[in-house]
């Protein structure tokens, strides 16, 4: 599984804000956001390849109880079957995040989901291919519907502009088996002050409309840098 970093942190996005993590994440991802803040794992993936019992003694030597499989997208891999089983026999507590678009049989304890919205998509001027394919995959309902009916889920739109909104709320209308308590909108930015300019909006709106504001909280504490 071809792995960009390992490190731990604090998770800064969701329900488990706050909750100290060691985050795995994998290199490879079958989508393209433009605005994508980790393209060492997209865009031009970085990495190592390790066996799964690598990367479970390395998320061991951090220690703590949470792991969060990140990437890129790390259902990409099948090895994420067994990483997540190891795991859990050693009673870590496992988050996927993912975007939806491709299943694996996993166990985890947590599913983050975070669809991509058609705001996502990157230029077709200056990518292409890219952006067909970009388009073509973002959105997989029938991933979607399996995931929300087998597990623990949180779903996690970026939200860039004001339209974004309408967008998510049609979205929901069309899985109305997603618990709306346990969807979060997320401002779009790598800055703070990016991110408060959007808030401002952004977190009425979602007082407003039964949603939850996820703040994104690394970026806050640490800046946009790799290892947090």
Same mark, same amino acid.
């Given at each position: 599984m071809r792995i960009a970093e390992i +490190?731990? #942190?604090?998770?800064?996005e969701g329900l488990l804000t706050g909750t100290e993590s060691v985050f795995v994440r994998? #290199?490879?991802c079958n989508l393209? =956001?433009? +605005? =994508?803040?980790t393209p060492y794992a997209s865009w031009e993936p970085e990495g190592?390849? %390790?066996?799964?019992?690598?990367?479970v003694a390395r998320a061991e030597q951090l220690g703590g109880r949470h792991v969060v499989l990140t990437g890129g997208e790390p259902m990409l891999f099948a090895e994420l079957i067994p990483l997540c089983a190891a795991l859990r026999r050693e009673h870590r507590h496992v988050t996927v995040e993912t975007a939806g678009t491709l299943y694996l049989p996993v166990e985890c304890d947590l599913m983050s989901i975070s669809p991509k919205l058609s705001s996502s998509t990157p #230029?077709?001027?200056?990518?292409?291919?890219? *952006?067909r394919r970009h388009e073509r995959s973002r959105h997989v309902p029938e991933v979607i519907r399996r995931m929300v009916a087998e597990y623990d889920y949180q779903l996690k739109f970026v939200v860039d502009v004001v339209e974004? =909104?309408?967008e998510v709320e049609a979205y929901l *209308? *069309? +899985?109305?088996?997603i618990d709306r308590s346990r969807t979060m909108l997320m401002p779009q930015g790598t800055d703070a002050a990016a991110l408060a300019e959007k808030a401002r909006w %952004?977190?009425?709106? =979602? *007082?407003?409309?039964g949603l939850g504001y996820c703040a994104r909280r690394q970026i806050e504490w640490f800046g946009h840098q790799r290892g947090t």
């Open positions: +490190f731990r #942190s604090i998770q800064g994998a #290199s490879g393209r =956001c433009w +605005f =994508c803040d190592e390849d %390790l066996p799964v019992e690598e990367i #230029s077709p001027e200056q990518h292409p291919r890219w *952006a974004d =909104c309408r *209308a *069309a +899985f109305p088996e %952004l977190e009425p709106y =979602c *007082a407003e409309h």
